[in-house]
């Protein structure tokens, strides 16, 4: 009898990752038959790479369908690899993101390539075992190497009016080296917080924004600091770019810091501890705003002041945003409690209600602010993580306390040394607004977690009868995530006084949404709303 659930239990987890596999295929193929790469004329090249790459779910996963769910212990457990996502998500994101824009071609082309060596790597390490290891690897090898070769070739114009095919391939190869290397940092410094995918789309989306960091820093050398509506445009960029590279290169290195043994537990629960982890993170935070006046030349204090307090809509949100956080501070000091005491019911109802409060702040921010909710995101990314390593590493008197809070709303997903829930909510309602857009588009992450998240969450614990094959989410729930999404998408183009695409095709995008949501086994909150994200835009 035990055989026979295990049997049927891998079968409807094959099935579940085979279906789960052909919604990134289908968005992927959408982007590049309806749109292709119309900048230059290598794009044919590139537009075959894709179709390659989105063939990848099924090589990946007919290998694995009967895979008995084992994982190493660097990743998070719950979950299967995630190896579809990792190829797949991040030239999605960044193949909606362009279309209409030429300046995003470097983007496309090193996500191609990122991706590329993602499934070579995935691939080659799990024939290991194989009869055929010599063979297998070869090939996989060899057509790698083609394909990194046919992106080099096509985006040789990429980086450059001068840039040859030679100079190209060696940037491509560099890159694809950096997000190894930073994805295998992630997963050994944060063992079982990350599957393989979602440690895949961090590491490869760290390298984007280092090589257009880059990128920029190049033009500013090549021209200087004359051109200022181009530094003007590109400000809210640069500044973003920055913060995020200082944010990780202050938290790695704090980490290390700490794991010398420097201080004692009872020096870093003091005034010792935070003054570590001021020094280092302040340090950074005036090193990055001097690289960033010495890019520009423009004040970035200034700016920032200038894009929160330059307009009676901006200061209205501002106030908005205090008086909500202030409400929600009050409701749950009154309805504070011992979460283990409560009814798993109440408890889930605490930790979606933090998706509420998110629609409830960055719909209206979008709106009528949407440059200073654009900062906004970049300033709680940054407050998140400071927070965060005073947890993570007992800094701080407050640091106990913290970690009391924090642990009141954790789920299976954050078995590892670091609480990735609110960094994955805030990450999902950030990146459509960061990547562009319309409303509804760069609504995408609010309207997916903050509405129809909870709804489906609180429908399928209620009324959820029928479970999806393969995991413990329910036909009813998925039923309430497409009708509010769709309610929500409604409200919003009513609010704008729009018709946008037309219903039936956000019927459509509400369906694959919502089934994606149930079928998937990596953190909805990071892939729900990019994909949601990505089918608006290939359908706008």
Not at 13 to 32: D, H, K, M, N, W
Not at 60 to 85: C, E, M
Not at 141 to 160: D, E, H, N, P, Q
Not at 286 to 309: D, G, K
Request: net charge positive; with cysteine; aromatic share 10%.
């Amino acid at each position: 009898m035990t055989g026979e659930n295990c049997s049927g239990g891998s079968r409807h987890s094959g099935q579940r990752l085979l279906y789960e596999a052909c919604i990134p295929a289908l968005i992927l193929t959408l982007l590049v038959n309806r749109y292709g790469v119309p900048i230059n004329n290598n794009s044919t090249a590139l537009c075959w790479v894709a179709y390659m790459l989105a063939l990848t779910p099924f090589v990946l996963r007919l290998a694995r369908r009967n895979d008995n769910g084992t994982q190493p212990k660097a990743y998070r457990p719950g979950a299967d690899d995630g190896a579809v996502w990792g190829s797949l998500l991040v030239p999605i994101s960044v193949f909606a993101t362009s279309i209409g824009s030429a300046q995003l071609y470097p983007a496309m082309v090193l996500s191609l390539s990122m991706s590329a060596t993602f499934t070579a790597y995935h691939q080659w390490s799990q024939l290991r075992q194989s009869a055929r290891y010599v063979e297998l690897s070869c090939f996989i090898w060899i057509s790698w190497l083609a394909c990194t070769i046919t992106i080099g070739y096509a985006g040789k114009s990429a980086f450059g009016d001068t840039c040859g095919a030679a100079r190209s391939i060696a940037m491509l190869l560099a890159a694809s080296i950096m997000q190894h290397a930073w994805r295998s940092e992630i997963l050994r410094s944060l063992p079982r917080s990350f599957t393989i995918g979602e440690a895949a789309v961090f590491a490869q989306g760290l390298t984007l924004v280092m090589a257009d960091f880059v990128l920029l820093m190049s033009h500013r050398l090549q021209n200087g600091a004359r051109d200022f509506a181009y530094w003007e445009s590109h400000m809210h960029v640069l500044c973003l770019e920055a913060i995020m590279l200082g944010l990780w290169v202050s938290a790695t290195m704090l980490a290390r810091v700490m794991a010398t043994g420097v201080l004692g537990k009872r020096a870093r629960r003091g005034i010792l501890g935070l003054a570590a982890l001021g020094s280092v993170f302040g340090g950074f935070g005036v090193l990055v705003l001097a690289l960033v006046s010495f890019t520009s030349h423009i004040n970035p204090i200034r700016w920032i002041l200038v894009t929160a307090l330059g307009s009676p809509a901006h200061i209205a949100v501002l106030v908005y945003w205090v008086a909500l956080l202030g409400v929600a501070g009050c409701v749950y000091a009154l309805g504070h409690g011992d979460v283990s005491e409560s009814t798993k019911l109440m408890l889930h109802i605490k930790r979606k209600s933090y998706h509420v409060l998110a629609a409830l702040m960055f719909v209206p921010g979008l709106m009528y602010a949407r440059p200073l909710l654009y900062m906004g995101f970049a300033v709680a990314v940054a407050g998140f993580v400071v927070v965060e390593c005073m947890r993570a590493l007992d800094l701080g008197p407050c640091s106990a306390s913290i970690n009391a809070f924090m642990r009141r709303f954790i789920d299976y997903r954050d078995a590892g040394p670091v609480v990735t829930a609110h960094f994955y909510l805030l990450l999902g309602c950030a990146l459509p607004v960061w990547l562009g857009g319309d409303s509804v588009a760069s609504l995408a992450g609010v309207l997916a977690l903050g509405v129809a998240d909870t709804a489906a969450s609180l429908v399928g614990m209620r009324l959820g009868r029928v479970r999806w094959p393969g995991t413990t989410k329910t036909v009813e729930g998925t039923v309430g995530f497409c009708t509010s999404l769709l309610a929500a998408i409604g409200a919003v183009l009513w609010l704008k006084g729009d018709v946008g695409i037309g219903w039936r095709w956000y019927a459509a995008v509400s369906v694959v949404v919502g089934v994606l949501e149930a079928l998937t086994e990596q953190n909805d909150n990071l892939v729900v709303p990019l994909c949601m994200f990505a089918l608006l835009r290939a359908l706008a």
